[in-house]
């Protein structure tokens, strides 16, 4: 019975292994292109698909992180740790990413050549979005699972649907290094939007914590299914919406 609980459990933690890894060769296969791609290829439709599809990765990893944060608030809770400890677990996690994120953008600084610009070093990458999203999620910690499924979800809804009015902020009197991980940028990755995608991923890693092991498959097809109906109808309201703005005049023709 041991040995099958075992099975189960490591089964259940094995497909997002898989997902990390298709994560990786989708990313590695965009950054491949746009480095060795000839420039005079770069305007073709494969090329365009690629660079698309390679610049999902972040979205999936934070989300991955997300799930990984709630089995460990998930872990903790149940091994009835007291509040601050649980809070300064998820801390130290966040704290081994702000490492890795300095280690790695460091490493790029010093093989780049010299003179090359310092402010590299501090590049709000994916990484860093990691750990601060961590960070501030990390009170999340001090409820129970079934409450963060609901907590960190409205949480996730509220950092997207805030990301255009903070896009819309003047923030030109904050630091630069503080206000890349806040605003939306192309070149970095500010908690709005990005940090919604590890909110969700918490959310969801604590709906698989919460069901019961003979009932994860049935959810996952239910998972696909959902998110199947989110892709068309989301491409359907953004159609919709686009056109209703052309024939008003909002957007040119």
Request: charged letters at 15%; aromatic letters at 12%.
């Amino acid at each position: 019975m041991s040995m099958e609980k075992g099975k189960t459990s490591s089964y259940r933690l094995e497909y997002l292994d898989w997902v990390r890894g298709l994560g990786a060769v989708i990313m590695l296969q965009g950054h491949v292109f746009h480095a060795f791609l000839r420039p005079e290829l770069k305007t073709t439709g494969a090329y365009t698909l690629s660079q698309f599809v390679g610049g999902m990765p972040p979205a999936l990893f934070l989300f991955l992180t997300g799930v990984t944060l709630a089995f460990l608030m998930d872990s903790i809770e149940r091994k009835g740790m007291a509040p601050r400890e649980r809070v300064l677990q998820s801390l130290q996690r966040a704290g081994y990413l702000f490492f890795l994120a300095f280690a790695f953008r460091l490493q790029l600084w010093l093989f780049s050549g010299f003179p090359a610009p310092w402010q590299g070093v501090f590049k709000v990458d994916v990484l860093n979005c990691m750990g601060i999203s961590i960070v501030l999620l990390s009170v999340m910690a001090l409820f129970k699972t079934a409450e963060r499924i609901r907590l960190c979800a409205v949480l996730g809804l509220a950092i997207a649907l805030l990301s255009p009015v903070i896009s819309d902020m003047d923030w030109s009197g904050v630091p630069w290094i503080i206000r890349n991980y806040i605003t939306p940028d192309y070149n970095s990755f500010g908690i709005f939007p990005w940090g919604a995608y590890l909110a969700f991923g918490v959310s969801a890693g604590s709906v698989i914590r919460t069901i019961p092991r003979d009932a994860t498959d049935r959810c996952m097809q239910w998972a696909a299914l959902l998110g199947g109906v989110l892709i068309l109808g989301s491409q359907y309201m953004a159609n919709s919406l686009i056109h209703h703005l052309r024939q008003i005049g909002v957007l040119a023709q």
